[in-house]
């Protein structure tokens, strides 16, 4: 399949490791990148969530993140906030 490029955005994404002097600010979704077990063949390795300032959260649950997260990225803009 061919994709017409200039129907394309290139966004690139920088992970950040996940140190006690490298968290996002509190209460803003990111990305974050989660261990998983290899066992798992279904889970999933990035999932959109926030730092609360204690804990890691799930953003379609607000529950805790169980997983260890290994690192954080901002969120995409997406194609809207690139067009004009």
Known sequence: MSI?????TTEVI???RVTPESMPDVDITVQ?????????????????????GDVWRDASSGAPIT??????ADVPRGIQNHEG
């Open 14 to 16: 920088t992970w950040v």
């Open 67 to 72: 997983s260890k997260v290994l690192a954080w």
């Open 32 to 52: 974050v990148n989660v261990e998983v077990s290899t066992a798992d063949d279904d889970a999933e390795p990035v999932w959109y969530g926030w730092w609360d």
């Open 4 to 8: 017409d490029t200039t129907l394309t």
